[in-house]
């Protein structure tokens, strides 16, 4: 009874913390911008380093019950009150107030994360016999949780998801105290009593605190608080999933007029919009009005310079393009649109989704491709995101694989002889992503022509050259519309950008790419599946000069951020774990270097293998949303199954190397597997997926277990925050290798780090 | 030289003189470093002489005033800026307005560009589509006597007909493309004007410009001289 409770309890408030990190990267995707919800995240998670130092020095008088109790209470209290701080994110470059605000939320935020890892720590020590099978259950916690709070946002709105992570972080506490009560000689049943009192208790404040929750308020600075500000406009329709929060708008008195790119030349009116946010931004409109003249003076229209029988549009969203490939007389036109919400919402705001020539598929872009049978006429990809987010470089460390060379080859294989491929990206000053478009299009051995606007620039790739009279209708289109051809040179210069031409890229992309690529400041290699960071442009040898030139428009803020982090993350753990580590640690059985060379060492590389999978995962499971949930749970279930597995090994110093070897072995695997087993159904996926991760995972479970196992009670606290501490630097540490050299590096680095520690 | 009296009065008694005369310095500065490759040493001196003189400690929030005169912009509620001086600076320059001309500015926010121009033009018209920062900025700009700048709450997309066409035109409200009917009322050998970019991050400014003969032709002019090109190995 005493220790299925306490597994319980633990399993509980592991699963509860796991996913409150998943609801507050949603939350603050909302609320705020989602690079800085990584980054808040990130440094919060800090607050399970730091429960080992706590553990270590008051371990007597902690109760394991209270901390969970606590998790409930603060986890929901550190959301309301980041809510009422008003942090202006986009202010911190010029204000030290801001970086403060910053500070507080990170703080803030580390609380719950402290309470509970000091709750399943001080289990950890108290129970130190029984680390495996604690241990377990704190994985199969967390796995279990990852996909259940991912079913949960399909279900309900984040902020119901969140009371309900409170509620199970009560739930844990009640549990922690039926462990306790029946570990006393009279306890039995006793202890029920109490417990079920406090969890009641508890959960009835968090359903309480929802009217302070509701509405969530966000950012001013976001587009749909600019939209909704304006006079008469108003929510029509709101809903939710872990694709993001889908807000639509309507404005009667000043009408959307989203035309991005539209022709100085263009003299008549915009039709009617409904406008549809994602978290708060990234618009895409609703047409709702008949005159559909605008649409061939956008950059897009170029494609329909030919007649296009078959057009498929990636990243519909709203449909505008499906209505321009209509309107430009397409007889089958296929919507590929990622989130089922919004395929839902477009047909019920009567977009083209219901139109009889138009088959939507709802599919990540990439996988799209990749399974297609068919060949079309035409492919757009659609501009998605505002200007504003482009120039600031938000996304230059997420991963793309629709702008990888792999996937500009299957794309044009996709293509009808004299068929072409569009994409259409907005300018930045200087140029980078149109540029780094430019030699992705080199390296997949396509032919190219590039046509620009005031603030758009849209590349038409083909298998075949351009004839010389698809040539001149691009020209004659462009020269009604005021477009300037960049590539191929030749013609009047409506748009002049300061700075080398694009017509110059392309020349120089065309002779010596490798030179260009070295000449110039921005980083314009093509992206690969291996390293997928089409939108990183960032290079640190440009980094003097552009401080020097105060050129802060000119920073890359997803990068600059990571980078950030984890520097803030360094000098963090080193006041939080290493320096009391060193200070405040007596009756060593372990000398400390040891300590954190191991516990450090399989903390940073069970993420950096967890995080490499999952992206090459990614691209085989075609879906991130799942691909990340089905190996996150997995690794987590399997690596707690081999906890639970490691009390009956014998002989433990070998494990990190079976670990290694594994990895390396798995590597090559995924490799080879994920290809040849690109066509089959997803069911078949992610069973392969599972298989892949399974034993891997399963002998990654252990070296924690194993590495408490020969050290005195008085060290577990110590090795629990190092690993905690570990872990949070492993995240950041982990993009930034992918980031620079790739998947595979990341993968090593970790064989490299088991190999360490496993070092006597 | 009516208009100028109230300055000289303020200017005289005004204890953020100096602040003022440290932010036209830091202006002269961010422009010399930007020197390099187009030649320019420096702003138009009227441009100059106006930044020197309007009280922009009256166009921010109470509780940022100390900021007011610091290089940077500032937060004014309802989720707009006060731009960059030098970045207010640099726009009144590049549409080289005349004593004569008519200005239309889209997005008025706290009124401050309208105020810098005020003096330099013959009128400001100037369109707000958030009415507390309509009001706000009538009210404040008629304490101030700038007489020659009318606000409007209204919607910029569609310039202001009335009063059209313009000599010059500055749209400081982000909009996917450039408005038809901003194009239509830009007088022939006008220029338009717009930052590009986030509302703390001004990454280029948009010249938009209407030859006489009625073309219309555009220019990205980055604030800051960056080549991204190193130049090729000998």
Known sequence: MRQRSLATAVSLLSGAALAYEILLIRLFSIVEWHHLAFLIISLALLGYGASGTLLALARERLSAAVCAALFGATSIGAFLIAQRLELNSLEIFWSTRQFGRLFLLYLLFAVPFFCAATAIGLTLARHAAESPRLYRADLIGGGVAAAAATALLFAVHPVTALQCVAALGFLSAASFNVGRASARPSGGVGGLKPALRLALLGIVAVLGARPLLLPLRMSQFKELSHALRVPRAHIVDERSSPHGLLTTVASPAVPFRHAPGLSLSFTGEIPEQLGVFTDGGGMTPVVRGRDLAYLDFLPTAVAYVAPRKKVAIVGAGGGSEVLNALAHGAEEVTAVELNPQMVQLVRELGGPYGHPRVRVVTAEARRFIRESNERYDAIQLALVGTHGASAAGVQAVSESYLYTVEAMRELLAHLRPGGVLAITRWMQAPPREVVKLLATAIAAEGHFVLIRGWNTATLLVKREAFTPRELAAIRAFCEERSFDVDHPPGGETFNVFEGPSLSDAAAALLTDPEDFYARYKFNVRPATDERPYFFHAFRWSALPELLRLRARGLLEWGYLVLVAGLAQALVASLALILLPLLVLRRRASEPTWRLVLYFGAIGLAFLFIEIAFMQRLTLFLGQPLYAITVVLSSFLVFGGLGSGFSARITRPRRIPLLVAAIAVVMLLAVRILTEVALGLPDVAKILISIALVAPLAFVMGMPFPLGLRRLAEADVPWAWGINGTASVLSSMLATLIAVHFGFSVLVLAAAVLYVLAAMP | ?234
């Open chain 2, 1 to 234: 030289m009516r208009l100028l009296i109230p300055f000289l009065l303020l200017a005289a008694t005004d204890p953020y003189e100096r602040a003022r005369a440290r932010m036209v310095n830091e202006i002269a500065q961010d422009v010399r470093f930007t020197s390099g490759e187009t030649g320019r040493v420096a702003l138009d001196a009227r441009v100059m002489r106006v930044m020197r003189t309007i009280p922009r400690h009256l166009f921010v929030p109470e509780e940022l005033k100390s900021a007011a005169y610091a290089n940077r912009p500032l937060p004014i509620g309802h989720g707009q800026t006060i731009s960059q001086p030098y970045i207010v600076a640099l726009m009144t320059d590049l549409l080289r307005v005349k004593p004569a001309d008519v200005v239309l500015e889209v997005g008025t926010g706290s009124g401050y560009q309208a105020a810098v121009l005020s003096p330099l033009v013959k009128q400001v018209h100037t369109v707000e589509i958030v009415a507390p920062l309509a009001q706000q900025a009538t009210a404040r700009l008629r304490a101030l006597g700038y007489r020659n700048v009318t606000v409007r709450h209204a919607d910029g997309y569609n310039g202001w007909k009335e009063a059209a066409p313009f000599d010059a035109i500055i749209v400081t409200a982000a909009a996917t493309h450039i408005p038809p009917p901003l194009i239509q009322q830009l007088k022939p050998g006008g220029r338009m004007i717009i930052p590009v970019g986030g509302p703390f991050s001004t990454q280029s400014l948009m010249l938009v410009e209407k030859t006489a003969a009625g073309k219309v032709r555009t220019r990205s002019v980055l604030p800051v001289v960056f080549v991204p090109l190193t130049r090729p190995k000998p």
